[in-house]
């Protein structure tokens, strides 16, 4: 199969998943923001976020294989998330937080060269 | 949703502004991401015309970075490449109720830039105002798109001149640290602060149970939880 091959089934099926809910979009269950089903396609999509995340920072890792090989990089990243989003939630402005949260990592990178 | 409020209500250009601005916060990453699928791509020997395409049509950066590093494998990634984009329902379902009165053409052509910093950023400025939704959603994603194709083009033609250890170890907290800054702005909004977090700490535990399918099914558990939470907490503390 060749590279262009796939680069169409990829387009094709992202711009169909990004559209089927407009599809949907008079009908009461994407409407009502305040009822279940709406809340639960929201706070479902933040939680996908959330596993997005740990899986770039983490690579992937489950539970008992991120404890037996975790290092203090692997703590340090848990620390600057853990700090980027109290002080984000605290000055609402992410770009000091971010900037000084990368500045540290790859400090880190360097010294720790891991 | 929130309804706009009158008392401050702003222009049109205005919000398109106050998108591009924002596109300056979220854009950082997308410069780092975007120059690395360049790169990749020229070292991976595809040319200059697929790795524009990938960011043209797809506009994906996990589906991006799996197939420039592994379309050899050939029709065994057709699945994987259907559970990645499966998540965009999610995010074009959320951003649905905002955009809704748009006309259908508009929303078609610029489906492209529903991607999760795009939607996390919408969805932060919705929370506050809701006036001129699509242009905020334009505003914000034309330039961050804008800037990934210029990247892609950037580090295809620097290709292994700008690779460096160190960029691509960089780049494993980049999206993590910009998520986390903008699931920060939804404080005080508990229920999606809390799903981000659960999503965050369920995913090494849920994977036992989900293996592959771990990234579509995780979130479906959480948010049903959080709203089962949210049902029963309003039933007995009535508002």
Redesign the interface.
């Known amino acids: 199969?060749t590279?262009?091959l796939?680069?169409t089934?990829?387009?094709l099926?992202?711009?169909?998943?990004?559209?089927?809910?407009?599809a949907?979009?008079?009908s009461a269950a994407?409407?009502q923001?305040q009822g279940?089903f709406?809340?639960?396609?929201?706070?479902?999509?933040?939680?996908?976020?959330?596993?997005?995340?740990?899986?770039?920072?983490?690579?992937?890792?489950?539970?008992l294989t991120?404890i037996e090989q975790f290092q203090v990089i692997d703590a340090l990243?848990l620390f600057?998330?853990v700090g980027?989003?109290?002080?984000?939630?605290k000055t609402?402005k992410?770009?000091p937080?971010?900037f000084l949260?990368?500045s540290i990592?790859?400090v880190a990178?360097?010294v720790l060269d891991? | 949703?929130p309804t706009a409020d009158s008392s401050v209500r702003i222009s049109a250009g205005n919000v398109f502004k106050e998108g591009a601005r924002d596109a300056?916060?979220l854009g950082?990453a997308f410069i780092f991401l975007y120059l690395s699928i360049g790169i990749i791509s020229a070292t991976q020997s595809?040319s200059l015309g697929?790795a524009l395409?990938?960011t043209l049509?797809?506009?994906?950066t996990?589906?991006q970075f799996l197939?420039i590093q592994n379309?050899n494998d050939?029709?065994i990634?057709?699945p994987i490449?259907?559970a990645l984009?499966?998540?965009?329902?999610?995010?074009?379902?959320?951003l649905?109720?905002y955009i809704?009165n748009t006309s259908?053409l508009k929303?078609?052509a610029s489906?492209?830039l529903?991607t999760?910093s795009i939607?996390?950023g919408c969805l932060t400025r919705f929370k506050r105002r809701t006036d001129h939704p699509y242009t905020y959603f334009i505003g914000l994603g034309l330039p961050i798109f804008g800037v990934s194709v210029i990247c892609t083009y950037i580090g295809f033609i620097a290709g292994a001149g700008l690779a460096s250890p160190?960029i691509f170890?960089?780049m494993?907290?980049?999206?993590?640290?910009?998520?986390?800054?903008?699931?920060?702005?939804?404080?005080?909004h508990y229920?999606?602060?809390s799903?981000?977090?659960?999503?965050?700490?369920?995913?090494?535990?849920l994977?036992?149970l989900f293996k592959d399918y771990?990234?579509l099914c995780?979130?479906?558990i959480?948010?049903?939880l959080?709203?089962l939470i949210?049902?029963n907490y309003k039933k007995r503390v009535p508002a």
């Open positions: 199969m590279i262009w796939l680069i089934f990829s387009a099926t992202a711009f169909a998943f990004r559209a089927l809910p407009f949907f979009k008079n994407l409407t923001t279940s709406y809340r639960f396609i929201s706070y479902s999509a933040q939680a996908m976020l959330g596993v997005i995340i740990y899986d770039t920072a983490f690579g992937k890792r489950d539970a991120l990243k600057l998330l980027t989003f109290i002080a984000v939630a609402k992410i770009l937080s971010f949260s990368l990592y790859l990178l360097i891991p | 949703m300056i916060t950082v595809l697929q395409a990938t049509l797809i506009f994906s996990p589906l197939l379309y050939g029709w990634l057709l490449i259907v984009n499966a998540r965009f329902v999610l995010l074009s379902a959320t649905t109720p809704r259908t929303i078609m489906l492209v529903i999760p939607f996390t160190l170890a960089a494993t907290l980049l999206l993590p640290l910009q998520f986390t800054a903008l699931a920060g702005k939804h404080w005080p229920a999606e602060v799903s981000y977090w659960m999503g965050f700490i369920g995913a090494p535990l994977v036992y771990s990234l995780t979130p479906f959480i948010g049903g959080i709203v949210e049902n």
